[in-house]
């Protein structure tokens, strides 16, 4: 606790060790979808697989909330961003053609420009340069973003042809739905419920204890459902190795051992055509990542009530430089 305090100064900034556990128990609940949605996504790509995406999800996640720890003493807890990836993913491999490998070059460019953009202090005043209403509005978007992928994961919002987005029957008596369609969206309607009742009574781990009761709600009432539990042993590996061996083989290192490559894209396209996709996607990911890292910092700083007199972010060169 001594150590703590004289590294992270934890006392001085209001709180107490305890406090803070439990924050980054929240904080981790809240942020463990990232890696099976993830995980889920990127195995969509040939040659990639599940397991390779959760360990390098997991590690660059560890690493990154170290950093941000480490270098600017902030509270925050650093994963990778679920649009670029739906980008990297559905639009750069999937849309434009360009190999799981070849894609990571242009993250690798993104990250490189952004150490030297947050290093000559560019990125601080472009960040400084955004109107107080941007900044505030950009959170609230990503968080409608998340919010939207866990209503679909649910099966609360569903595809339609004509809106492009729906939301589900819950008609059991005089619909075609039946109970183990409609279990797992009241289990998440409860759970939303539950957190939003704690968080007005000001319930301290509003959220952990929502997040917590949803998922055993949602284990009880699987017994209600015919087959809920039927195979679900069956993929389970308790030998950690094996996901790591594909992590191995798959991830690790791809981008400098095979992301240099684009032999097989211009196969089928052209020289410029390549150097315009690479220039504008590239662009893309700096333009997403920069708003997206600036929202997120100040709403969660915001929220967190650690925004200086100023009402700017503390040791922002630091945490953006953590960032990239």
Do not use: H
């Given at each position: 606790m001594l150590s703590m305090e004289k590294i992270f100064h934890v006392r001085e900034?209001?709180?107490?060790?305890?406090?803070?556990?439990?924050?980054?128990?929240?904080?981790?609940?809240?942020m463990a979808y990232i890696l099976m949605v993830?995980?889920?996504m990127f195995a969509e790509l040939p040659g990639v697989s599940y397991n390779a995406i959760y360990i390098a999800t997991a590690i660059s996640a560890c690493i990154g909330t170290i950093l941000i720890g480490l270098l600017a003493n902030l509270p925050l807890a650093q994963a990778s961003a679920m649009g670029s990836n739906a980008f990297f993913v559905y639009t750069v491999c999937l849309g434009f053609g360009l190999g799981y490998a070849n894609a990571l070059v242009l993250i690798l460019i993104d990250g490189i420009l952004f150490i030297l953009?947050?290093?000559?202090?560019?990125?601080?005043?472009?960040?400084?340069?955004?109107?107080t209403s941007v900044r505030v509005s950009i959170p609230a978007g990503v968080g409608l973003f998340i919010a939207l992928i866990g209503l679909k994961d649910s099966g609360i919002v569903v595809a339609d042809p004509s809106t492009y987005v729906n939301l589900a029957s819950f008609n059991i008596l005089f619909g075609n739905?039946?109970?183990?369609?409609?279990?797992?969206?009241?289990?998440?309607?409860?759970?939303?419920t539950a957190?939003?009742?704690?968080?007005?009574?000001?319930?301290?781990?509003?959220?952990?204890?929502?997040?917590?009761g949803g998922t055993i709600l949602y284990y009880i009432l699987g017994f209600t459902v015919s087959g809920f539990y039927e195979g679900f042993t069956d993929d389970l590996n308790f030998n950690p190795f094996v996901a790591f061996v594909d992590f191995g083989t798959q991830a690790f290192g791809k981008v400098?051992?095979?992301?240099?490559?684009?032999?097989?894209?211009l196969a089928e396209h052209s020289r410029p055509e390549?150097?315009?996709?690479?220039?504008?996607?590239?662009?893309?990911?700096?333009?997403?990542?920069?708003?997206?890292?600036i929202g997120t910092l100040y709403g969660a700083c915001a929220r967190g009530n650690i925004l200086t007199e100023e009402g700017e972010v503390p040791n922002l060169d630091k945490a953006m430089l953590a960032d990239a």
């Open positions: 900034a209001g709180s107490t060790v305890k406090t803070e556990v439990l924050a980054g128990v929240t904080t981790f609940m809240t993830n995980s889920g953009l947050t290093v000559t202090g560019l990125r601080k005043k472009i960040f400084e340069a955004i109107p739905v039946a109970w183990k369609d409609i279990m797992p969206m009241l289990v998440t309607l409860s759970a939303l957190i939003a009742v704690l968080s007005c009574r000001k319930i301290k781990g509003a959220v952990l204890w929502g997040i917590l400098f051992t095979e992301g240099f490559d684009f032999s097989p894209y390549l150097a315009i996709l690479i220039a504008t996607t590239a662009l893309a990911f700096c333009l997403v990542d920069m708003f997206d890292t």
